[in-house]
């Protein structure tokens, strides 16, 4: 089976990145949710729910970098 994506560029520029960013996509997803499983499984340090939250969102947009998605597309 072959499956083959056509673009119109430039009109389809963004779903075209969105498109050739998506293993990069799913790899920043697994590896957060596997963060996420971590501090929920083995605990976590957290002293209050936003510590919790300041903490999650960080990693969130560490990841995000370290991945190289962009979600403001």
Request: aromatic share 16%; net charge negative; hydrophobic share 40%.
């Amino acid at each position: 089976m072959r499956a083959i994506f056509e673009f119109n560029l430039p009109e389809d520029q963004r779903e075209y990145e969105i498109m050739s960013k998506s293993l990069k996509t799913q790899s920043f997803l697994w590896e957060f949710s596997q963060q996420l499983r971590a501090w929920h499984k083995y605990d976590h340090n957290f002293k209050d729910a936003n510590d919790a939250l300041d903490k999650i969102r960080e990693e969130f947009y560490r990841l995000l970098n370290a991945h190289e998605v962009n979600i403001d597309l």
